[in-house]
């Protein structure tokens, strides 16, 4: 289980606290994590889609070669990665996009011949450490922790990529939360976008929040403690929006936000601290519940 | 102005038309000639809850030649690329790509990017990352830095002059044919 970690902007550069506790979390569980050094945005599927698609595959392709030459898979901890790269994989199976991408590669000395494989963390939690391992790491179970999953657009479709069951009702994360003795509540429109993607949270932040808001809204109707996305820019749009909406007057109580490995490394007896929970702008006030 | 009533001083474009399906093409997606409006992408569309985006109603106008107006629409600019409209098409169109394409003919023609995004866009190309790192502050006055959480600092690509040139040299290509 060797993987190198493709960072992606967000979580290094906005929420560290997610890279952290990811690391700390594969670690632990027997994972060879290394650098992807040299690896530029993903790009951001919203952002550079909207601009030319072509140039997206390619800047994806360059990122993926950069795990080829390291003769490893990659991890992503968030959506936009994950579907970024995910894709790229998917349509650079093709050998004459390859090639066509390969002819720009070129000129800065790189060729992909597609070895690579793109991986989402909770996959290698689930797939490669396993359900049942997992459970055995847990010291300090999440009992009475009522969790809120976000699992964002990305992580579910296209399906047909994805491979995480139906994309209309999937329990792929929620079986994931709860090996952590928490339990993960249903809510009003749980599948519901948390209105960052596609660029509208750049070009039109008050619809973004409008999203924001009416999900909040029901996670709190339902009594969510926590929000857990497997997301970098979810994560962000629900911790940093939420302190939008507030400064709007929009919202009066957020509900704090954690990333799924940070939930998890909890579970497994890391302080949140080593977890960077306190990095987010929302006061885990969660913690008071388990502690 | 709504898009409907645009549709009355539209004009066929077919050479826009044929370059949107070709691309489509290319990325393996049917074109919206597969279109034969069920309406179920619409019914899942994040966007339209919100706002006026109707993704069946972009294939629609796609496939009976009305680019130039699409181009011209804030609506476009809507899409929060949920993938919910490319996932439910029985027929294998996906508007949400349509959506994209349009984007890039307005950028190539000079529309102007939502400010952010396009900040965003020639930060990704300038340094190969979306934005610079930020300082959190905690509630107790500690800073939240990578070095405070043992990370190494921040990773740069190194060759993103050199790459960047590349990609222009294509997008040229890629402008010049529209
Ligand atoms: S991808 Fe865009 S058009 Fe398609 S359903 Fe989502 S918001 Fe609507
Ligand atoms: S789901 Fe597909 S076939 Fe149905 S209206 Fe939308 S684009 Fe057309």
């Known amino acids: 289980m060797r993987y190198a970690y493709f960072l992606g902007c967000i979580t290094p550069l906005r929420y560290p606290g997610i890279e952290a506790a990811t690391k700390i979390v594969l670690k632990e569980l027997g994972v060879e994590v290394i650098e992807l050094n040299g690896a530029s945005c993903c790009p951001a599927p919203g952002v550079f889609g909207s601009f030319d698609l072509w140039n997206w595959l390619i800047l994806a392709a360059r990122n993926l070669d950069l795990a080829e030459d390291l003769d490893a898979k990659i991890v992503v901890t968030c959506n936009g990665c994950y579907g970024s790269l995910q894709e790229a994989h998917h349509l650079l199976e093709d050998v004459v996009r390859r090639e066509a991408v390969n002819e720009v590669l070129a000129k800065i000395g790189r060729r992909y011949e597609g070895r690579t494989e793109v991986k989402h963390v909770t996959e290698v939690l689930l797939e490669d450490v396993g359900a049942e391992e997992l459970k055995k790491r847990v010291k300090k179970p999440l009992k009475g922790l009522k969790v809120a999953v976000h699992y964002g657009c990305h992580f579910l479709k296209p399906s047909k990529i994805r491979g995480h069951g139906s994309p209309e009702a999937p329990t792929y994360l929620d079986e994931l939360v709860e090996l952590t003795g928490a339990e993960s509540i249903d809510y009003l429109d749980k599948l519901m976008c948390c209105g960052a993607g596609g660029g509208v949270r750049a070009g039109r932040l008050d619809v973004a929040l409008d999203f924001t808001l009416e999900k909040v809204r029901n996670i709190k109707r339902a009594g969510g403690d926590v929000i857990v996305t497997p997301c970098a820019f979810c994560h962000f749009q629900f911790d940093t929006g939420q302190r939008e909406l507030m400064s709007k007057g929009l919202l009066d109580k957020p509900v704090p936000v954690a990333f799924i490995t940070q939930l998890i490394g909890l579970a497994m007896g890391f302080s949140p601290d080593e977890m960077g929970l306190n990095d987010n702008f929302i006061p885990p006030k969660y913690l008071e519940k388990i502690s | ?178």
């Open chain 2, 1 to 178: 102005m709504a898009l409907v009533d645009l549709l009355t001083l539209a004009e066929e474009k077919p050479e826009l038309k044929s370059k949107v399906y070709r691309e489509l093409l290319e990325l393996g997606l049917s074109t919206p000639d597969y279109c034969y409006l069920c309406g179920r992408c619409s019914g899942g569309c994040t966007s339209m809850r919100l706002l006026e985006l109707k993704p069946h109603e972009i294939a629609a106008l796609a496939r009976d030649g009305f680019i130039e107006e699409l181009v011209g629409s804030e609506i476009i600019w809507a899409c929060a690329q949920c993938l919910q409209c490319r996932e439910r098409c029985p027929q294998g169109v996906s508007p949400v790509d349509i959506i994209l394409k349009l984007r890039s003919i307005a950028v190539s023609r000079g529309a102007e990017l939502p400010e952010e995004l396009s900040k965003m866009m020639m930060s990704i190309l300038d340094t190969g990352l979306i934005q610079e790192p930020r300082e959190v502050v905690g509630r107790s006055g500690r800073k939240y830095t990578r070095e405070a959480l043992r990370l190494p600092p921040a990773p740069r690509p190194k060759d993103m002059a050199a790459f960047s040139e590349a990609l222009m040299s294509t997008l040229e290509v890629v402008l010049g044919g529209v």
